[in-house]
């Protein structure tokens, strides 16, 4: 076999490396309701505005109430009071564990477990996990999720993101 050859079979692996690699990416891109889930509460815990994305109709609300805002603005109020940056209040999410309980075809309960960590910005989380630094707190609700048209979106009383 030539130089030429091998650097065709090569280039060959390589092509069907990258394809196959989208392909999975693709397949990977399948929406769930435990992901739907898992989504919605790292960006709860990490003030992420996004979250909004993945609420269904009746808690995104219209134009005049959003609960999301809301929230936001609760924890930063909250955070000032304390004397601290809004960012303080931000948190990460890990050790994650679901348990699904399909109710029917398009409501789901998922029950999430793990744990929370202060996560001023990825550095800090960082920093603090391979250091010990700072304490964890246990993480325990059941979100309830549902499929609407555009997927499935969490609904019900997430958290404490309604409460006021």
């Known amino acids: 076999m030539g130089s030429g050859s091998k650097f065709v079979v090569l280039g060959a692996v390589v092509i069907v490396f990258f394809i196959l690699q989208i392909a999975l990416i693709g397949i990977d891109r399948h929406e769930s309701p435990g992901a739907v889930a898992v989504d919605f509460s790292k960006a709860y815990f990490y003030l992420d505005a996004d979250m909004a994305d993945m609420l269904c ?66 550095v800090y989380a960082a920093v603090a996990k391979i250091f010990f630094l700072g304490d964890t707190y246990k993480v325990e609700e059941t979100l309830t999720v549902v499929k609407e048209e555009d997927g499935w979106k969490v609904c019900g009383q997430p958290f404490d993101l309604t409460e006021g």
């Open 57 to 122: 109709a009746e808690l995104a609300g219209d134009e005049d109430t959003n609960v999301v805002d809301d929230y936001i603005h609760r924890v930063a109020t909250e955070a000032r009071a304390e004397g601290f940056d809004p960012s303080w209040k931000k948190m990460a999410l890990s050790h994650l564990e679901l348990q699904t309980e399909m109710v029917d075809e398009n409501t789901a309960k998922i029950q999430i477990t793990g744990e929370r960590r202060r996560s001023i910005n990825p």
